[in-house]
């Protein structure tokens, strides 16, 4: 059964910073592409960055600049480095991984709360 497991959310003042981790079980599973995800209350959910196996790598044009996603293909993790935060980041975040040979991201983690205060 896969498993993404996010950690590395909290309270944090704007202007701070947070890395997110997601790390992703079993170790066999051969994952194409990962991504993250957030949801504020009275929103829609939103893509915000992605990263495939082989290293190609996005973010959504509100958080270019200050959010960075990598992965440790070896440690099956992927990361994401958030600076700059704004109180509007905050939400909760998701990660997402999409298998070889699908077309979505089927497998979600279950969140971890980012919050930002002013």
């Known amino acids: 059964q896969v498993q993404l497991v996010e950690s590395g959310g909290g309270l944090v003042q704007a202007g701070g910073s947070l890395s997110l981790s997601c790390a992703i079980s079993?170790?066999?599973?051969?994952?194409?592409?990962m991504a993250w995800f957030r949801q504020s209350p009275g929103k829609e959910r939103e893509y915000v960055a992605q990263i495939s196996r082989y290293g190609n790598s996005a973010v959504a044009d509100f958080v270019e600049g200050r959010f960075t996603i990598s992965k440790n293909n070896a440690e099956n993790t992927v990361y994401l480095q958030m600076d700059n935060l704004k109180v509007e980041d905050t939400a909760v975040y998701y990660c997402a991984a999409r298998e070889i040979g699908q077309n979505e991201y089927q497998y979600w983690g279950q969140g971890t709360q980012v919050t930002i205060s002013s």
């Open positions: 079993p170790r066999s599973f051969r994952w194409l592409a």
